[in-house]
């Protein structure tokens, strides 16, 4: 390869802690649960619509629990991360997925962010602000520890790199 050819993209090298895996679940059910709840509730209180309710039931129970069990493999199959001395790499997502790749010259702000069911987990998030539109690269999932050492090392590297970030 010459000085001038483009590098070649590669997909990040690290995954999120397994852990993210309870998280994503966790989250779900707080989507999926409260629906099921309402219509079991009213299929059993409202017998002249018990067949639709039922139905309904059926339908939104069946679709959550697809949803439960496949959302968050399937995302920490997807969701990846790596930080380089030049850059902050990561891809999210699970039906539109996106790679995001920032230079560290780049680099604004670096921030952790934990939410209470992600402290549960011992798990942060990490929030990498650049001087760009499309907004911050978010890798969460990351081991409490290991999110501080990123969030300490990369405000470092930014500091030390003359660039955008300064």
């Known amino acids: 390869m010459s000085d001038h050819d483009p590098p070649q993209l590669r997909r990040p090298r690290h ?14 059910a707080v989507v999926v649960l409260p ?31 697809a949803y439960l069990l496949v959302m968050p493999i399937w ?23 996106r790679s995001r790749i920032a230079p560290v010259a780049r680099l604004q702000t670096v921030d952790t962010v934990s939410g209470p069911i992600q402290r549960l987990f011992g798990l942060t998030g990490l929030v990498v602000t650049t001087a760009s539109a499309a907004g911050p690269i978010r890798i969460q999932g990351l081991d409490r520890t290991l ?20």
């Open 15 to 28: 995954r999120l802690e397994r852990r993210v895996l309870g998280w994503w679940s966790v989250q779900a």
């Open 35 to 65: 629906p099921v709840a309402v219509l079991t509730l009213l299929t059993a209180l409202i017998p002249p619509a018990r067949t639709w309710l039922g139905l309904s039931l059926g339908i939104v129970a069946g679709l959550g629990l």
């Open 147 to 166: 999110a501080q050492q990123l969030a300490e090392t990369l405000a470092g590297r930014a500091q030390a790199t003359p660039g955008d970030g300064q």
């Open 75 to 97: 995302r920490y199959r997807v969701h990846r991360w790596e930080t380089t001395d030049e850059a902050v790499y990561a891809v999210s997502g699970w039906f539109w997925q």
